[in-house]
């Protein structure tokens, strides 16, 4: 079945950099665009940003765009975000998301944690 495991979460000050790693499974991942969205506490899951199948078109939410980049490798099923001048209102739960068979999958979630 389709899995998605993110990794790479933690606490970081303001300004500091993460990577977040998400290994699918399960499904033909160089076929599928894969999307990070995030949640914070008492607001809605937004998407954060999303790479095309061959990773030749990323698009980012204006929250963080010139900061974020997303990635991936085919070969090893993987997907990244690398994440620079975090901030505060970055703290949220990360998620890996792919739309497989019509049906979104979801990882559990990854905690990011901005603060001095």
């Known amino acids: 079945q389709v899995q998605l495991m993110e990794s790479g979460g933690g606490l970081v000050q303001p300004g500091g950099s993460l990577r977040l790693s998400c290994a699918a499974s399960g499904f033909i991942f160089g076929i599928y665009t894969m999307n990070w969205y995030r949640q914070a506490p008492g607001k809605e899951r937004e998407l954060v940003a999303t790479i095309t199948r061959l990773g030749d078109m990323t698009i980012f939410a204006d929250s963080v765009k010139g900061r974020f980049t997303i990635s991936r490798d085919n070969v090893k099923k993987m997907a990244y975000l690398q994440m620079n001048s975090l901030k505060p209102e970055d703290t949220a739960v990360y998620y890996c998301?792919?739309?497989?068979?019509?049906?979104?999958?979801w990882g559990k979630g990854t905690q990011v944690t901005v603060s001095s």
């Open positions: 998301n792919a739309a497989v068979g019509g049906t979104n999958h």
